[in-house]
């Protein structure tokens, strides 16, 4: 019996080898399919966000309008909203961008002068004494970036040029998906569940309701906690005269989605304007972000979001690694939902088949 056991997995695990490595020599035949799946990600996940955000509304005005009439309604007081926020803050991130670039070069110089002041401290000139110091190492280090810089700057700005295409057809795209959605996304659990036997519908309904609770109060309260960053680092950076304070606050607001790392790489350019100003209003920068972190850690995120994604901290960070890698700093920020809705998704479906089994067997018993 062990014996036909080991033979049956060595076949198994000889087959699945088998299919990756005849799959790397047609990867060609993938390609058109991966960059299909790629280029309707983003819509589809922005559209995904969007409709649990909006869809408790459409849910309740529904019960005295029609469905696409509240669709409608929300479409356009969201048309609204964002009408009223361009015009409102617009202007303000326009004239604080152009005075960033305009103060661009000055901070280089500034970044510059105090290089050269360290270079020739005696901090520096210790270190460089040290022997797990190389003087000749590092010089080709600055050498290889410099050289290198022209080609980062092209590639540079041709992703910049990807990222607008994939904004302009994510506009285009995401209000259709997200009608629909809204429209008809409340129907797709009566039609999932019609798989199961009769006796096992009702809880596989409740089980697609939970998984929508999760997800739905999982983005809808890490939307409040990353405005709340936003707005508090916002005001903060404002008592404390940092520059830039509005563009500031949306970097650390957007960053802050990224569980560990999101809130050092938000507060990084914050810190680092403030240091060239002064390094006293850095020491202060700092000590405000600490303190929005605190409240955020122990108090606004335990108390809207929880432990909802129960995901371990080593699963997070190496999600993190892979996704950063692959995807930059937009695949970190989308690295950890997305892995949430997979890993709720495929634990709701090992549950519905797990019913379907049951309801199987008990069939059979009967019989």
Not at 13 to 18: A, R, S
Not at 141 to 150: C, E, G, I, N, Q
Request: include cysteine.
């Amino acid at each position: 019996m062990l014996k036909s056991k080991v033979h049956f997995w060595t076949f198994q695990i000889l087959l699945v080898l088998l299919i990756v490595y005849v799959s790397t020599k047609v990867s060609f035949l993938f390609q058109p399919i991966i960059l299909f799946a790629s280029t309707l990600f983003v819509p589809i996940l922005l559209a995904g966000i969007l409709f649990f955000i909006f869809n408790p509304i459409v849910r309740f005005l529904s019960k005295k309008i029609p469905r696409s009439l509240a669709i409608l309604i929300i479409y356009l007081l969201f048309i609204g909203l964002i009408t009223f926020i361009v015009n409102a803050a617009g202007p303000v991130i326009v004239t604080q961008l152009g005075g960033l670039v305009k103060s661009f070069p000055g901070y280089v110089t500034d970044m510059q002068k105090f290089i050269n002041d360290f270079s020739h401290s005696k901090t520096f000139t210790w270190m460089m004494s040290q022997d797990y110091v190389s003087v000749s190492k590092f010089e080709q280090t600055v050498v290889s970036t410099l050289k290198a810089l022209p080609e980062n700057i092209a590639s540079s700005m041709s992703a910049v040029f990807g990222v607008i295409a994939n904004i302009a057809l994510a506009v285009i795209t995401v209000p259709f998906i997200l009608f629909y959605m809204l429209k008809d996304g409340h129907k797709f659990p009566d039609k999932l569940v019609q798989f199961l036997p009769m006796p096992y519908r009702k809880e596989g309904l409740k089980i697609f309701k939970e998984l929508n609770d999760t997800l739905a109060a999982y983005i809808q309260g890490q939307i409040i906690v990353c405005l709340f960053v936003g707005v508090a680092c916002f005001i903060g950076y404002l008592l404390i005269g940092v520059k830039y304070a509005l563009i500031l606050g949306i970097i650390i607001a957007v960053t802050n989605v990224i569980p560990y790392l999101g809130p050092y790489l938000g507060a990084a350019p914050a810190v680092l304007i403030a240091f060239l100003d002064s390094p006293g209003k850095a020491v202060v920068t700092v000590i405000v972000i600490l303190v929005v972190q605190q409240i955020d850690g122990n108090v606004i995120s335990p108390l809207i979001i929880g432990k909802r994604l129960n995901t371990h901290p080593l699963t997070i960070i190496l999600l993190l690694i892979g996704a950063g890698s692959f995807g930059g700093i937009l695949g970190m920020i989308f690295a950890v939902p997305v892995y949430a809705l997979l890993k709720a998704i495929t634990l709701n479906i090992v549950r519905l088949v797990q019913l379907r089994q049951r309801s199987r067997k008990e069939q059979h018993l009967n019989v």
